[in-house]
C-alpha cells in the first residue's frame, strides 16, 4: 500500500515551460486536492476533485489546470510556467466517512 | 482576516516541558479540526482531530476544543527533541464539502 504517490519529486523549469505533476492514491479514496506551499503561507488548495469526474477550483487556481484521470490519478499541469510557480506542491487524498487528508510526498518546482 | 490563524513562532520550550500551540478561526459554522506535523522537507502528517468540544486526549498530544471562543489549542506534553517540526492547524469550514482550509503554521523546536 503505497498511499499517495507524486512524479516528480523535484523539477526545474524556465519561464513558459510546461509539465504535468502526477498523483496517485491506492486507498479508493473519492476526493482528491492540489496543494501549494510556500514559506509563511501554509497550505493553499489549487484545485480539487469531489470525485471522479468533477474538478473545482480552490483558493490559488490561476495558472493551473487538473485532470481527474480516474479515481485513482489526479494530474496538475502548468501551462506556461511563471517564477511566481515556485513552490512545492502537495497531492492529498481523503475517502470514506472521516476527512482526514493523507498527503503525497510533495513536488519542489522552481521556475527560473 | 484569515479563516485560519496560527502564531507562526517560532516557539522554544526546553526538553521534558509542555508545548503550547493555539489556533483560532472565523467561520461559526466550522466542524471539524485537525493538527498536522510537518517536518522540515516532508509532507504534513496528521497527528489529532477532535470534533467536539472539550479536551480529546492521545498519548503525549492533548487536542482541546472551544467552539464559543472559535479556538483550537495543541498541548504536547514531556517535548522531545524530537518534536521540532511546523504544527498546522486545518479546520473544515461550514458548507466546504471535503475542503480543509490551513493556517500557515507554528515552527516548534524542543531544545536538548
Known amino acids: 500500500n503505497a498511499g499517495v504517490t507524486q512524479t516528480p519529486k523535484f523539477q526545474v523549469l524556465k519561464t513558459g515551460q510546461s509539465m504535468t505533476l502526477q498523483c496517485a492514491q491506492d486507498?479508493?479514496?473519492?476526493?482528491m486536492y492540489w496543494y501549494r506551499q510556500d514559506p509563511g503561507m501554509g497550505l493553499r488548495l489549487i484545485y480539487y476533485?469531489?470525485?471522479?469526474?468533477?474538478?473545482d477550483k480552490g483558493e490559488v487556481p490561476n495558472g493551473y489546470n487538473v485532470s481527474r484521470l480516474n479515481k485513482r490519478e489526479f494530474s496538475l499541469r502548468l501551462e506556461s510556467a511563471a517564477p511566481s510557480q515556485t513552490s512545492v506542491y502537495f497531492c492529498?487524498?481523503?475517502?470514506?466517512?472521516?476527512?482526514?487528508?493523507?498527503f503525497g510526498p510533495g513536488t519542489r518546482l522552481t521556475v527560473l | 482576516q484569515k479563516e485560519v490563524e496560527q502564531n507562526s513562532g517560532p516557539l522554544s520550550v526546553p526538553e521534558g516541558a509542555i508545548a503550547s500551540l493555539n489556533c483560532t478561526y472565523s467561520?461559526?459554522?466550522?466542524?471539524?479540526f485537525f493538527w498536522y506535523r510537518q517536518y522540515s522537507g516532508k509532507s504534513p502528517e496528521l497527528i489529532m482531530f477532535?470534533?467536539?468540544?472539550g479536551d480529546k486526549e492521545d498519548g503525549r498530544f492533548t487536542a482541546q476544543l472551544n467552539k464559543a471562543s472559535q479556538y483550537v489549542s495543541l498541548l504536547i506534553r514531556d517535548s522531545q527533541p524530537s518534536d521540532s517540526a511546523t504544527y498546522l492547524c486545518?479546520?473544515?469550514?461550514?458548507?466546504?464539502?471535503?475542503?480543509?482550509?490551513f493556517g500557515s503554521g507554528t515552527q516548534l523546536t524542543v531544545l536538548p
Open positions: 492529498a487524498s481523503v475517502g470514506g466517512g472521516l476527512y482526514e487528508q493523507f
Open positions: 486507498m479508493n479514496h473519492n476526493s
Open positions: 476533485s469531489a470525485s471522479e469526474g468533477t474538478t
Open positions: 467561520d461559526r459554522g466550522s466542524q471539524s
Open positions: 477532535i470534533y467536539s468540544n
Open positions: 486545518a479546520v473544515k469550514t461550514a458548507g466546504s464539502a471535503r475542503q480543509l482550509t
